[in-house]
């Protein structure tokens, strides 16, 4: 299965900031997935990022927001913008190898 | 709308119990399912998952599961635990031809030795 590294691990950021994380995979793949997984809930999707199209955003989560950058098939980036507390989250990027879900290891953010 | 549900949100054992998670979706399709465990400090890692076939399905380190279609469900169990079973999981649930999961709110399972 694919190999992820996310990064940064951990961040503590000031409100109104923005935090831009990044995900590489260790294999080319077409769809890439940003997570949000917040204190004592489950993990919900964000948005899909394509390579060489605009990201599939859900219900609920903005461009504005959460620009997704995807410049090639083994790289994307997430960006939380004009960050508050209620963004306080793990961020989590995954790849489907076909046979389930890999996830990185997530980027514990903390905003104050 | 499509959800999971994961009726224990923690759990608490001795070393050697047995362990059964539950996980019930919604969804009347056809479903691929998924559980997933998220050591402390780890990332999430598959644990086992059905497609189709035989609805029972091993997985690693001891996991089984078994997809009852009439009872919407996909309860993970262990004959034994051990310590190191100390960990949080995920039950997930993509319907056929999506790439989009839907995530349960995760059980805490600790371990005592």
């Known amino acids: 299965s694919a190999v992820i590294s996310q990064k940064p691990s951990r961040d503590i950021c000031q409100r109104g900031t923005s935090l831009t994380i990044q995900c590489q995979v260790d294999?080319?793949?077409?769809?890439m997935f940003w997570y949000r997984q917040q204190p004592g809930q489950s993990l919900t999707l964000i948005a899909t990022?394509?390579?060489?199209?605009?990201?599939?955003?859900e219900s609920g989560f903005v461009i504005d927001k959460f620009p997704i950058s995807r410049p090639n098939l083994t790289f994307s980036t997430l960006t939380v913008s004009n960050m508050s507390p209620e963004d306080s989250s793990i961020y989590l990027c995954?790849?489907?190898?076909?046979?389930?879900?890999?996830f990185g290891s997530g980027t514990r953010l903390t905003v104050v | 709308a499509q959800s999971v549900s994961q009726h224990n949100h923690h759990v608490i054992l001795s070393e050697a119990a047995s362990l059964e998670l539950g996980c019930n979706y919604s969804?009347?399709?056809?479903?691929?399912l998924f559980w997933y465990v998220q050591y402390p400090g780890q990332h999430l890692q598959l644990l086992l998952k059905?497609?189709?076939?035989?609805?029972l399905v091993k997985g690693i380190k001891g996991f089984e599961a078994e997809f009852i279609k009439s009872k919407f469900s996909f309860n993970l169990r262990k004959p034994s635990v051990q310590w190191s079973d100390t960990a949080e999981y995920f039950c997930?649930?993509?319907?056929?031809?999506?790439?989009?999961?839907?995530f349960g709110t995760g059980t805490r399972l600790k371990v005592l030795a």
């Open positions: 997930a649930v993509s319907t056929s031809g999506t790439y989009k999961y839907i």
């Open positions: 995954s790849v489907d190898g076909g046979a389930g879900y890999t």
């Open positions: 990022a394509n390579q060489g199209s605009e990201a599939t955003y």
């Open positions: 969804y009347g399709g056809t479903v691929n």
């Open positions: 294999s080319q793949v077409t769809m």
């Open positions: 059905y497609f189709s076939g035989d609805p």
